[in-house]
């Protein structure tokens, strides 16, 4: 009997794989992982509590918590070889060396060439240490700064913000990135989960697929959103009246463009990290006495709303927020990956836990069955 095959734009709709990692209802705008869900994870957890969370299915004891920060502050350190191919980079788009240097830890892992589910879970956790540690080296060498070393005693969101800036962040700042990452580390089967997922299903090992994941971040349509983001509040300007704001959009909308930040394949309402990271904005904001990307950001939103109906993303506040945490616009990627680390990592686990190579078919459009070959001296 043949197969039914079925077609479907973009894998609408499609259920590709079973997952015990993260809930996603987009009628209702429910995320949880793990069944715990966002708003509170984001009010009471830290990211390494997360991290625990997507690797084990469980929230850790203080016990096992207190193992996990020890691992990460082991792991933070860069090796030397990963910082010199960093520095001999060509200057580019951030995210081509995360995927580069991501690849390049590969070689110096401890466990490489071992694939056992022990290695894996290993692999996972000195990853995660490590991206974080890379994605803030690479901003501080490319704003003419020196290496600066990880701090054990700090998390790892006060350790990223201190290895990109040399300075002690403070408790407000600490809290708003740590709680970007928990919001970014896991979405279900979004495109870079799936890309790492398919790797990960022939049996390549953890590196091999979180660059996959890397790789596929990278596009506009996804990770590459929030600096998008920035550049279109750049490019309305800090001084823009509320009359501009409208017409850049409205103009935007008339030719068809698509505002980065807004609409999402999943939610049918708002993203519900979207809430907390407008809250962050407005923090911070009022923190730094500059709301000015917080309001413009605001006025885009309800531009948006009224003219398309269509609700912000959770890349739409994080730009401001990264911004007034003072981060340069071409890490606003690369810090995804630095929270999307733990899904990805945790999908490869389970991939692998349950294996089936992912092998999809295509609907052919080509020209007709069966063409006649032509030698090459009777083609016209
Ligand atoms: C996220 C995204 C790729 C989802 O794409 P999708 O599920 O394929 O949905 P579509 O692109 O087909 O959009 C459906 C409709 O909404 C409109 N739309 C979707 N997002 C829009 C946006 N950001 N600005 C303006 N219009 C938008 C589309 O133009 C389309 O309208 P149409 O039916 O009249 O042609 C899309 O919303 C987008 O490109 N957003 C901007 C980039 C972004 O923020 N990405 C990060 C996602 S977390």
Known sequence: MATQMTTAAGLEGVVATSSKLCYLDGERGVLAYCGYDIHVLAREATFEEVCYLLWHLRLPTRAELGDLHTEFARARPLPDGVVRLMRSLPDGHAMDAVRTLVSALAHYDPDAGDDSP???LRKSVRLTAQIGTLVAT????SAGGGVIEPDPVLGHAANFLYVLTGERPSALATRAFDVALTLHADHELNAST???RVAAATLTDLHSAIVAGVATLKGPLHGGANAEVMKLLLAIGEDADDDRVDATIR????????VPGFGHRVYRTEDPR??????MSRDLGEQAHNRRWFDMSQRIETVMLDETGIPANVDFYSASTY???GIALDLFTPIFAVSRVAGWTAHVLEQYANNRLIRPRADYTGPQYPQTFLPLDRRP
Do not use: N, P, V
């Open 323 to 325: 911004h007034t945490l």
């Open 251 to 258: 103009k935007m909308l008339a030719a068809k463009k698509k």
């Open 274 to 279: 979207a809430t907390h990271l407008r809250q």
């Open 138 to 141: 690479l901003g501080r060498l």
């Open 194 to 196: 799936f890309a790492a």
């Open 118 to 120: 022990a290695a894996a």
